[in-house]
């Protein structure tokens, strides 16, 4: 949900307060002026809150402390006592040049977000199923450059670290011309992307809406 703007939030507590300058000389019922001071604390919490939001209250670890930056959010409701998540993803899209895979960065910040809410590591289990041009995101530069890295070696190295399973499609692999040891390490290939999801589904993974 959008917040508020915060100028029109400050213009509300100056009326506010304008009102509480006034009251001093025209001796309000004393209920009324407590109502203001309420709605004037209020609004000043609400403030201070606004500005720790935003992009700057994102950081990454405690798991993966490279990737997958998340937010604190106050207020949440507690996650049941030895929960255990066990998702799947699915991607297909190839990351924009100079970007990393979103999926990819997506499983991090799950692992990143429950780990900081309190789930022990090891009761994560996540895979990321990848097809279409994303193959190309886990697999090693072709074209002959001398010590050429893929930029999402750290970031899949990180995340099979952390019990992320990185399953390629075997019919993708095929159609983009890339072989099983092209993949980057601890990728897996499996039949098809569809193969993969059913076996996932097959052992209690849950797919992810998005």
Same mark, same amino acid.
């Given at each position: ?17 304008? /009102? ?10 004393? @209920? %009324?002026? /407590? ?29 993966? =402390?490279?990737? $997958? ?9 507690? *996650? ?19 970007? *990393?895979? =979103? %999926?990819?960065?997506?499983?991090? /910040? ?15 289990? *996540? ?5 279409? =041009? !994303?193959? /190309? ?6 074209? $002959? ?7 999402? !070696? ?39 992307? @569809? ?8 052992? $209690? ?6």
């Amino acid at each position: 949900m959008a917040r508020r703007p915060a100028g029109r939030w400050r213009l509300i507590a100056t009326v506010i307060r304008e /009102r509480l300058r006034q009251t001093q000389f025209e001796r309000p019922h004393a @209920m %009324t002026t /407590r109502l203001l001071i309420f709605l004037a604390f209020m609004i000043s919490l609400t403030l201070a809150q606004n500005a720790q939001a935003g992009p700057e209250a994102f950081s990454t670890g405690p798991a993966i =402390k490279e990737f $997958g930056p998340v937010a604190d959010i106050v207020g949440a409701d507690p *996650l049941p006592e030895g929960v255990r998540f066990r998702l799947s993803y699915d991607t297909a899209s190839e990351a924009a040049d100079g970007a *990393l895979n =979103k %999926t990819l960065v997506t499983a991090a /910040r799950f692992i990143n977000m429950h780990v900081r809410a309190g789930v022990a590591p090891e009761n994560i289990n *996540l895979a990321v199923v990848v097809h279409g =041009k !994303a193959v /190309r995101d886990v697999s090693k530069p072709s074209g $002959g450059k001398d010590g050429a890295v893929n930029r999402h !070696a750290e970031l899949i190295a990180a995340l099979t670290k952390h019990n992320v399973r990185i399953i390629v499609c075997g019919q993708s692999a095929a159609y983009y011309d890339v072989a099983a040891e092209d993949l980057l390490e601890n990728v897996e290939i499996s039949l098809s992307a @569809m193969t993969a999801h059913v076996l996932l589904q097959n052992d $209690g993974y849950a797919m992810n809406p998005f």
